[in-house]
């Protein structure tokens, strides 16, 4: 919550201290520069990351790195997107597929079962079990698998 105050007040700082430094329009210009090349960036990586996610489900695998990087890439957009120098460093830093990949895989790292963040890992669901006959000429499936009949 602290950073999301705070980032705002040092990004206007920072655009007042260059703006003064080397004029307004340049400022400006800088900052819209970084936006079309970061939008053209993540446009390029952004159908790439979608076709690793396809691929990984495609074999039968958990996409989860994929996922985590795709997002990191959606987040990077929307920082870009964002005027400022400080914003905008950070989403070209998360477009940079090295650093991107890495801290996907340290974000996946935190939240893994049974490191803590969710106890040890097993799940136990408690509930009853109840098989029905299959009436006759019925597709084999039951319509309502979860009415209960008194």
């Given at each position: ?39 053209a960036l993540l446009r390029r ?13 495609q074999s039968g695998a958990a ?73 006759p000429g019925a597709s084999g ?10």
């Amino acid at each position: 919550m602290l950073l999301l105050f705070l980032t705002p007040i040092f990004e206007m700082y920072l655009l007042i201290r260059l703006g003064g430094e080397f004029g307004a329009w340049p400022t400006i210009g800088v900052v819209l520069l970084t936006a079309v090349v970061g939008i053209a960036l993540l446009r390029r990586q952004g159908p790439a990351a979608m076709q690793r996610v396809v691929q990984r489900m495609q074999s039968g695998a958990a996409p989860a790195q994929e996922l985590a990087e795709g997002a990191l890439l959606a987040l990077a957009g929307v920082l870009l997107l964002i005027p400022g120098f400080i914003t905008d460093a950070v989403g070209l830093v998360l477009l940079v597929p090295a650093c991107r990949r890495a801290l996907a895989r340290r974000m996946l790292a935190r939240h893994r079962p049974g490191n803590g963040a969710y106890g040890t890992g097993t799940m136990i669901i408690e509930g009853e079990f109840e098989r029905r006959p299959a009436e006759p000429g019925a597709s084999g499936r039951d319509p309502a698998p979860f009415d209960r009949r008194p």
